[in-house]
């Protein structure tokens, strides 16, 4: 594979990846279908108006009980596509279980003002909203469902007031998702939406049963499991794919957008995928 089928080829072929899990602590018989979406970086060169309508339309047709996005809706190349935009064709995902939505780490990136103030809302975040998307950073929900099962966001790690050091830094983190989680009664199970995968090698809540993140583009370039550079503490730790560790499991999203190389969008080996996430026993009830 060269360089014209990473820059030509593979950014614009979205994969459809698919996981079935069965965590600790998941409702008995429980049977749930989970999309996930992240890292649009909307830009008319890759992810433009039509492959994000496209998206949306594959997405509503495998029929998820549950929509996630993970953040990182804009571009950061010159000429992106507005936000407002971005959101409004989001707006059209279906779910029986809701389309939930939290933000990454370039929607406070993008903008400005909000790092000035040092608070949000963020564009992204007032978009998302008005597109009448469920905004749930630093909130948790619990789904409609016959059985207890709760959904939280967090924020992403970039957001104004988090400390520098890793140590404190761990430690906010920790709060602030013990802070998310003190509407959820003791033993419930939650499934936890992080932009960044980083916070799922701390001591998390037990309650967490399975945590979903973007960010890392799985790498963006991908040589037989071995990536360049991965925004991440953890580097390939938490790269890509389904991560088990300690009878806890996270999926890590590749994403659907692309950062720029000299101006043109690049992925190699780990093209733009939406996951699906099939949880609960092969055989069981559905949600």
């Known amino acids: 594979m060269g360089a014209g089928y990473a820059t030509a080829f593979e950014p614009y072929h979205v994969q459809i990846a698919t996981y079935r899990v069965s965590p600790q602590g998941w409702p008995p018989g429980l049977q749930m279908r989970v999309a996930i979406l992240s890292d649009f970086h909307a830009h008319p060169r890759c992810m433009g108006e039509a492959e994000l309508a496209a998206v949306v339309a594959t997405t509503n047709a495998l029929e998820p009980d549950l929509t996630v996005l993970l953040g990182d809706y804009g571009s950061q190349s010159a000429g992106p596509v507005p936000i407002e935009t971005v959101a409004r064709i989001l707006g059209g995902l279906k779910a029986p279980r809701g389309v939930f939505a939290i933000q990454g780490n370039h929607d406070w990136g993008d903008d400005r003002e909000a790092r000035r103030l040092g608070r949000g809302p963020t564009r992204a975040e007032r978009a998302l909203r008005e597109a009448g998307l469920t905004f749930i950073e630093n909130a948790a929900v619990r789904l409609d469902l016959p059985v207890p099962l709760w959904l939280a966001g967090l924020e992403s790690e970039v957001t104004p007031g988090a400390p520098s050091n890793p140590e404190p830094f761990d430690q906010h983190r920790l709060s602030m998702l013990t802070r998310?989680?003190?509407?959820?009664?003791?033993?419930?199970?939650?499934?936890?939406?992080?932009?960044?995968?980083?916070i799922f090698a701390l001591d998390l809540d037990p309650r967490v049963v399975l945590t979903l993140s973007g960010h890392t583009h799985g790498g963006q370039i991908r040589i037989f499991g071995w990536s360049p550079w991965i925004p991440s503490r953890y580097g390939l730790r938490y790269a890509y794919g389904h991560i088990v560790e300690r009878g806890r499991d996270l999926v890590v999203s590749a994403g659907l957008g692309s950062h720029f190389l000299a101006g043109r969008p690049v992925r190699l080996g780990v093209p733009p995928e939406i996951v699906v996430v099939a949880l609960g026993p092969e055989t069981g009830v559905p949600s």
């Open 180 to 198: 998310v989680l003190d509407p959820v009664p003791t033993g419930d199970p939650v499934i936890l939406l992080a932009h960044e995968p980083d």
